[in-house]
């Protein structure tokens, strides 16, 4: 059945939902401050201030799910609390009036550090900045009336994706073969998110009612180190692997000292200096969905990242 789905962000994660809504038949609403996001027959774009209630009303009408993807418009703790519980709580609001589910793209903040795999049973009590604001997110939704899901993922790659460990920072140096220095330890194991697969797995949840009101891991592959993942990046990309050194977090606590970026970059230092892999096999069995193996999902980052290099040329 056709039924409208509002998408809310046209970041990496809200443009990926809407294409694979819009690509798979459904009537797509997209809501940004700007009108930005895809060009599709199906998405309709809307420039809609999700964060003002009044606004709200018309941008949700005849919406079955309501998939909130939006972000903080800085990386800081600060900004975080101002403008992200701020929004939740009008979206949560405007989607219980018309008995529509809301789906979310969470992150792992909320557990902290952690001893062994991250499974969706782990303790989501992180407290104090970044980590504090997702903690406090979280525990808003499972009070709110309105009928969500989270759905967590690890560090996203994929195509779209720029502002992250294995975005704008990582492949195009790879691939031109530049030194490849990394935050933490090179030889510690890390899950990567696969930005398709947690779109995949946020429009399974709004279509499952037995789904709702739960947490969720992402589909996520076998964690890697990160030495690996510049290998395996260099191998999609057909070059030579470039030279790759570390970045200890000592030396962002240090520079966070004078530095506010620096401070909040060292926050979630800790995912780099040990392992941190998320177990999302059990998410995988209620979702009936599997992770894209990363050899399969690296060949398709490799080439958006060139298809921007020659559009940009």
Same mark, same amino acid.
């Given at each position: ?10 970041? $990496? ?7 694979? #809504? ?41 919406? /079955? ?9 800085? !990386?800081?703790?600060?900004? %975080? ?27 792992? !903040?909320?557990?902290? $550090? ?42 996203? =790659? ?35 998110? =696969?930005? $398709? ?14 789904? %709702? ?21 260099? /191998? ?5 692997? $470039? ?6 977090? %000592?030396? #962002? ?16 230092? =800790? ?33 958006? %990242? ?8």
């Amino acid at each position: 059945m056709n039924t409208v789905h509002v998408v809310t962000g046209a970041g $990496p994660v809200g443009t990926t939902v809407a294409l694979q #809504l819009a690509d798979a038949g459904q009537q797509v609403r997209l809501l940004t401050r700007s009108g930005s996001g895809p060009d599709h027959p199906s998405i309709e774009r809307r420039r809609v201030d999700v964060s003002r209630p009044d606004a709200l009303a018309g941008a949700f009408a005849g919406a /079955t799910a309501v998939h909130h993807c939006i972000h903080g418009s800085a !990386y800081d703790a600060r900004v %975080w609390r101002e403008e992200l519980p701020r929004a939740e709580e009008a979206v949560l609001e405007a989607a219980g009036r018309i008995g529509a589910v809301v789906v979310f793209p969470e992150s792992l !903040y909320s557990h902290g $550090p952690v001893d062994g795999p991250i499974t969706e049973e782990t303790p989501r009590t992180a407290t104090g900045g970044k980590l504090g604001v997702r903690t406090d997110l979280l525990a808003r939704r499972e009070a709110s009336a309105t009928p969500t899901v989270s759905v967590a993922a690890s560090d996203f =790659y994929g195509p779209l994706v720029r502002n992250a460990h294995a975005g704008e920072r990582m492949v195009p140096t790879v691939l031109v073969g530049r030194t490849m220095r990394v935050l933490g330890s090179l030889d510690q194991p890390h899950s990567f998110t =696969y930005v $398709p697969d947690l779109a995949a797995a946020m429009v399974e949840a709004a279509r499952r009612e037995d789904l %709702w009101n739960s947490f969720l891991h992402a589909p996520t592959a076998a964690p890697v180190t990160q030495r690996r993942l510049v290998e395996a990046i260099a /191998t999609a990309g057909g070059v030579t692997v $470039p030279r790759t050194s570390a970045v200890p977090p %000592w030396v #962002l606590h240090a520079s966070g000292l004078v530095s506010r970026e620096m401070r909040e970059l060292a926050e979630t230092s =800790y995912m780099f200096a040990a392992p941190f892999v998320m177990d999302s096999t059990a998410s995988e069995q209620r979702l009936g969905l599997a992770p894209t193996p990363m050899a399969e999902g690296l060949a398709a980052t490799v080439a958006w %990242w060139r298809e921007q290099e020659r559009a940009a040329a």
